[in-house]
C-alpha cells in the first residue's frame, strides 16, 4: 500500500480525509523511528528501509 499525495479537493474530515492523515501520520512516524534507529549504518538503514517496504505492500 504507497502513500499517495492527495488530491487537492479532499476534505480535511469525513471517512477519506481520517483515513488520508492516518496514513500520513504513520509515514511521518515511520520516518521519526528509521532516522532515529538507524541513521548511522548503512547496511542496517537499508535493512530497515526492506522491513518497512515489506510491511507496507
Known amino acids: 500500500m504507497r502513500i499517495q499525495a492527495a488530491p487537492l479537493k479532499f476534505p480535511g474530515g469525513g471517512a477519506c480525509g481520517d483515513v488520508f492523515w492516518m ?28 522491513k518497512i517496504r515489506m510491511r507496507a505492500t
Open 23 to 50: 496514513r500520513i501520520k504513520n509515514a511521518k512516524e515511520l520516518a521519526r523511528t528509521y532516522k532515529t534507529e538507524a541513521l548511522g549504518d548503512r547496511d542496517n538503514r537499508a535493512e530497515h528501509l526492506r
